[in-house]
């Protein structure tokens, strides 16, 4: 199941201010050409149907509709642009995000043109090496829209969207994100994780306590551990370093007097 879901239509369509979003959902053209017509005509205020756009967005980037993603960034460029540009909760990350989950370099590459890439934080990368799709990391490798070590910012509040793994972040808690390299890995995804190696990426970055070769191992994805031993990887994450405990000693042949602070 898609990690970006529409709300669904529970009110009348003539109030709905799902219309748009319903209508790029199933990929009709001329109905999300039509309802942005009205309600521009109808002077909706901006923040009401700027809200309809971005989830229609997301939602024809889900159904791989690209004739409809197309459509809306034209439609409205600068203000497309200023959402991407000023991310907030909720707008905007989220239709790219999706179009990288459903491994559309098509939709990818209209979105980069349109320039709503500015905030290189977003879970996109992470998403299309989990589901595998090659053609989508090496795009946004080769386009340096992402870089091949990138986090996703801490997550926190929300269920962890990255459900992939039963090594994953419950609820409402905080922890650093994994990579690419370590997603694949879990995943399996043995073609995935042969172009992050050719990048460069961290063979032995750590996410909850596991490298991305202790987490193929635990999937038995043996040819994705084969790739990861060759490159270096290690089974098991560095120990903690201990932190060296003072030696007062050396300091008491000092004779250092310190002056006591002033009441």
């Not at 239709?95 to 905030?119: H, K, N, P, Y």
Request: hydrophobic share 45%; charged share 20%; with cysteine.
């Amino acid at each position: 199941m898609s990690a970006f879901i529409p709300q669904p239509n529970s009110t009348p369509p003539s109030a709905s201010v799902y219309e748009l979003v319903d209508a790029a959902a199933i990929g009709s053209i001329d109905a999300v050409e039509a309802l942005l017509a009205v309600r521009k005509e109808m002077g909706a205020e901006r923040e009401h149907w700027g809200d309809c756009e971005l989830g229609a967005l997301t939602s024809a980037a889900i159904g791989g509709h690209g004739d409809v993603v197309k459509f809306l960034l034209n439609a409205e460029p600068a203000f497309f642009a200023q959402v991407f540009s000023k991310p907030r909760p909720g707008w905007g990350a989220e239709a790219f995000d999706a179009a990288a989950e459903r491994g559309s370099v098509e939709m990818l590459q209209l979105m980069c043109e349109a320039g709503l890439t500015t905030d290189p934080r977003t879970g996109g990368f992470l998403l299309a090496s989990a589901h595998g799709h090659v053609a989508a990391v090496e795009f946004l490798l080769v386009s340096k829209v992402s870089s091949v070590d990138q986090l996703k910012k801490t997550y926190g509040g929300a269920p962890n969207q990255f459900a992939y793994s039963s090594a994953h972040t419950k609820a409402g808690s905080r922890t650093k994100c994994p990579t690419a390299l370590w997603v694949a890995s879990d995943a399996g995804h043995s073609d995935v994780v042969k172009v992050l190696l050719k990048w460069g990426a961290d063979v032995n970055s750590v996410s909850e306590g596991q490298t991305p070769l202790g987490r193929a191992i635990a999937g038995d994805h043996g040819d994705v551990a084969e790739m990861l031993i060759a490159a270096g990887g290690k089974a098991d994450a560095p120990a903690a370093k201990k932190t060296a405990k003072l030696d007062i000693g050396k300091f008491s042949a000092l004779n250092l007097k310190f002056a006591k602070p002033p009441p």
